[in-house]
């Protein structure tokens, strides 16, 4: 791992200690300590939001509705699939010959 950029904060004395001495029984530095915990805090936190947990009876629920093959999409569905698929459509490349009218530069209208 390369050091890009630096992570300044001020801390009190004793939590300072404690973070050293914890460190040390991990035969670390207190750089690598405090590096290895904040990254490892952090991908918690960030993992938290990547999962949803379901009771029980929300996940039967929620996997009896995926295999119900009876139901159809309502217009919200269909709504939110067609935003979908236009936000995330591949544009297909053009030429300059081949370009639309609205992407060319249009003359001035006299």
Known sequence: MTTDVPLNFRIPRDVKQTITEAAAQLGQSV?????????????TVV?????????????????????????????ALKRAAGRY???FARKPA?????????????????
Do not use: W, Y
């Open 31 to 43: 750089t690598d300590f405090a590096i290895s915990t904040l990254v490892e805090t952090a991908e």
């Open 47 to 75: 993992g938290r939001r990547a999962v949803t947990k379901l009771s029980r009876r929300d996940r039967d629920l929620f996997i009896s509705l995926l295999d119900n093959v009876d139901l159809a999409p309502n217009a």
């Open 85 to 87: 698929r236009k936000h």
């Open 94 to 110: 053009t030429s300059p010959s081949t370009k639309s009218p609205s992407a060319r530069q249009r003359k001035p209208r006299r």
